[in-house]
């Protein structure tokens, strides 16, 4: 009797063996897979806590509460010498004027009272008031409605970050302070408007007139120095070691020493920024022309290897045509090469450019993190910059510079989203598929 199992059995064992083998695989793919979705599930939930937290902060940052006051402008008071020029605004009496017309609504008696009720509105009151009658003199000798912003404190009060339960001796603003904001409010004198300080100020240690713009006009500038020497250079450097240069152990060195310096910390240019262009050099601290060479090499090694790329994305048939028509090697790359890798090109060196909005650490390192008040008007004149300034209000212990870092990262990061959509627009519509 034959007790050998027959070939049927052993097609039976194979093709269990088979199907078992393959409910494997597709288990392991459909672990794989969720493993996958989950992973990507977290990340988002990562990053929608982070956008939830800075615009849940940054969205009250655009926005402050301003008092309304009838100003009578005493042309006497206001501009003693007659001319409307900055000299006489600033001896008259602007600080005065804007006090009469707080008190007049207020009813401050006795000097205690008055000397509480002029601290309810912001520093930077005359400064507003000075640069309307700079921008328009008629209003001298009249009445007009002006809006001043609240100190941060009262701003802070009316946002409900002070209690009024609270024991007098434990918070920042007094009893009397309290009775005189109530009293605006009920008179409908107190409004929450967006604030223009943060769009028009500068720096300044008061929150409530702090603005980018100084920051953002800084930032721009040293983009622009970083563009007109990282875009020329990393492009010519490009086509060179692409199209021209010998494949020798040189090229092969500073081949890899462009990759190894993408890779370098930001740190590292800004002290190399600080060794040469400052302390060898004699450059000033804190200007955009510093700042924009060092981001421009730091900016470098991005543009030429992303360069690099899209000439090599380029089809060799397209030089080899050029040529065989009677193109010199230059006529080919510079006429049909460059133009066709040229979208590849300036979508590196927008994201270049991106990233070197948002660098910080180098830009310390040279000084840019200096209290700037003036608003910069050229590559040598001191400055900062938008990361910088969001850094500096971060280390400011007033609650509300929390609501302007906020929203000041909003807008930064308004402008970084911006750039990157541009170069993913740019690249649709100037790219050729082959």
């Given at each position: 009797m034959n007790n050998q199992p027959s070939t049927d059995q052993y097609r039976g064992h194979e093709t269990d063996h088979v199907l078992q083998n393959l409910r494997k695989r597709r288990a392991a793919e459909a672990r794989f897979k969720w493993i996958g979705r989950a992973a990507i599930g977290l990340a988002m939930s990562f990053l929608a806590?982070?956008?939830?937290?800075?615009?849940?902060?940054?969205?009250?940052?655009?926005?402050?509460?301003?008092?309304?006051?009838?100003?009578?402008?005493?042309?006497?008071?206001m501009d003693p010498e007659g001319d409307a020029s900055v000299n006489s605004l600033y001896s008259g009496d602007a600080k005065g004027i804007i006090n009469e017309a707080l008190f007049q609504i207020l009813q401050p008696e006795g000097r205690s009272a008055k000397k509480e009720a002029r601290k309810i509105v912001s520093m930077g009151a005359e400064k507003r008031l000075r640069n309307m009658v700079l921008d328009d003199p008629s209003i001298l000798g009249k009445t007009i409605s002006v809006q001043f912003a609240l100190d941060d404190d009262i701003d802070s009060f009316m946002r409900g970050f002070i209690d009024r339960d609270t024991p007098e001796a434990d918070r920042r603003i007094s009893d009397t302070m309290i009775g005189f904001i109530d009293r605006l409010s009920q008179e409908n004198l107190i409004s929450y408007e967006i604030s223009d300080y943060l769009f028009f100020g500068s720096a300044s240690r008061n929150a409530e007139m702090a603005g980018i713009k100084g920051a953002f006009v800084g930032s721009m500038i040293t983009l622009a120095?970083?563009?007109s020497i990282a875009f020329p250079l990393g492009v010519a450097t490009a086509v060179y070691l692409e199209e021209f240069a010998p494949k020798t152990r040189f090229t092969e060195f500073?081949?890899?020493?462009?990759?190894?310096?993408?890779?370098?910390?930001?740190?590292?240019?800004?002290?190399?920024g600080l060794a040469i262009f400052i302390n060898l050099f004699g450059i000033p601290r804190s200007i955009?022309?510093?700042?924009?060479?060092?981001?421009?090499?730091?900016?470098?090694?991005?543009?030429?290897?992303?360069s690099r790329a899209a000439l090599s994305a380029v089809p060799p048939s397209i030089k080899d045509a050029a040529l065989s028509l009677g193109a010199s090697k230059h006529q080919a790359i510079f006429h049909h090469v460059v133009p066709l890798a040229l979208p590849g090109m300036l979508t590196g060196t927008i994201i270049g450019?991106?990233?070197?909005?948002?660098?910080?650490?180098?830009?310390?390192?040279?000084?840019?993190?200096?209290?700037?008040?003036?608003?910069?008007?050229?590559?040598?004149?001191?400055?900062?910059?938008?990361?910088?300034?969001i850094f500096m209000w971060a280390d400011f212990a007033e609650r509300?510079?929390?609501?302007?870092?906020?929203?000041?990262?909003?807008?930064?990061?308004?402008?970084?989203i911006t750039m990157n959509i541009g170069a993913i627009w740019l690249r649709k519509k100037l790219e050729r598929r082959w």
């Open positions: 806590i982070l956008f939830i937290t800075i615009f849940s902060k940054g969205i009250p940052g655009f926005f402050q509460h301003y008092v309304t006051l009838e100003v009578y402008l005493d042309s006497e008071r120095i970083c563009l500073i081949e890899i020493n462009i990759n190894n310096l993408a890779a370098v910390p930001s740190v590292v240019f800004g002290i190399l955009p022309l510093v700042g924009g060479i060092v981001l421009a090499l730091m900016t470098l090694p991005t543009i030429i290897i992303s450019m991106a990233q070197a909005l948002g660098e910080t650490a180098p830009l310390l390192m040279i000084g840019m993190v200096a209290f700037i008040v003036d608003i910069p008007g050229g590559v040598t004149d001191p400055a900062t910059v938008l990361p910088v300034q509300m510079f929390i609501y302007k870092t906020s929203a000041a990262i909003i807008v930064l990061l308004a402008f970084l």
